[in-house]
């Protein structure tokens, strides 16, 4: 039986050690196993991390090996290769696919009741590999998605319109990374519908305000690495939301990485779309209305998706 306060990082790059941060912080684990292919970095990331205990929660952290994850309810896979200045996150695809197949036998040897959370990029082509890879149940693996991604069109629009970003109902859904869409047709500020907002506080130019944030969103991780080299703050927020939306089983709606299993004229694939999170990982996929714009879109950003899925041969 699982420890539904367990939880395992493994890969303590940037993105692994901010994330088991955050999580540390967020108090929702009594125990976090960190594990790399550099067992020494584990060891040092979990020593740091651990001494920053007596300002949170007390809770149980340390590097392990996969038999440490036997009784976990979640395993946070962010191992990889990094995303480097120029390239896209596509470029990094057989790579880390290659890293996944090294990983992932290894967890389903010792647990396979555990949900599994992908993080590495490219995040939706990883999440399909993870699901064949593993035998398990799609609804127990998926991807970070678009969450960060929406995260970021949630702060870019409260900035923009002097509201605050929760208050902001908008999401971004496809792939994560360049043929990404917003779903403008369904955008609201508090119920209040995007459009009649803007006109509400005398924004005459919204519809190239609305381009200008999609953009500004779609392109953050290349500007952010530019500058410092990697995102990984971000990210570590996004990962700790969906573990508490799976550990308090919130059945939240998060736009995660799923299985499109036909909807959308999808199928075999995983994108991100809204769905429902909770204790046992993907409850439901949400097939949410999209314009004719925004579908042709999806489909456009499904075929990019559907040919790297197909070189892979898995």
């Given at each position: ?63 392990g ?34 890293i ?16 599994l ?103 953050s ?32 709606v ?37 314009s ?23």
């Amino acid at each position: 039986m699982v420890n539904i306060q367990k939880a395992a990082v493994i890969g303590c790059g940037f993105v692994g050690s901010s994330s088991a941060f955050a999580m540390m912080r967020s108090g929702i684990f009594s125990e976090l196993v960190l594990l790399d292919a550099n067992q020494a970095k584990a060891e040092g990331e979990a020593m740091d991390i651990a001494h920053g205990l007596p300002f949170s929660r007390p809770m149980k952290i340390y590097a392990g090996g996969y038999s440490d994850l036997r009784d976990c309810a979640l395993v946070v896979i962010t191992a990889g290769a990094n995303q480097k200045p120029g390239e896209t996150r596509l470029d990094l695809v057989k790579r880390n696919v290659s890293i996944l197949g090294s990983i992932i036998p290894e967890i389903v040897k010792v647990n396979r009741e555990a949900i599994l959370l992908i993080v590495s990029n490219p995040v939706d082509i990883l999440t399909w590999a993870a699901q064949k890879l593993s035998g398990l149940p799609k609804s127990q693996v998926l991807g970070s998605g678009t969450v960060l991604d929406t995260a970021r069109l949630k702060y870019l629009l409260g900035e923009h319109l002097s509201v605050d970003s929760r208050s902001v109902h908008a999401v971004i859904i496809g792939e994560h990374g360049d043929s990404e869409l917003a779903v403008w047709s369904g955008a609201n500020v508090s119920g209040v519908d995007l459009d009649h907002f803007c006109a509400l506080c005398g924004e005459e130019e919204h519809r190239a305000m609305m381009e200008r944030i999609y953009t500004d969103v779609r392109d953050s991780a290349y500007e952010i690495i530019e500058r410092k080299g990697a995102t990984y703050y971000g990210i570590a927020a996004a990962v700790t939301r969906i573990a508490q939306c799976i550990v308090r089983d919130e059945h939240s709606v998060l736009p995660v990485s799923v299985n499109l299993g036909g909807l959308y004229g999808v199928e075999d694939l995983c994108m991100s779309v809204p769905a429902v999170v909770g204790r046992q990982g993907v409850e439901k996929v949400l097939e949410i209305e999209l314009s004719d714009g925004e579908c042709a879109a999806f489909r456009k950003s499904a075929g990019t998706l559907k040919e790297v899925a197909d070189s892979l041969g898995l």
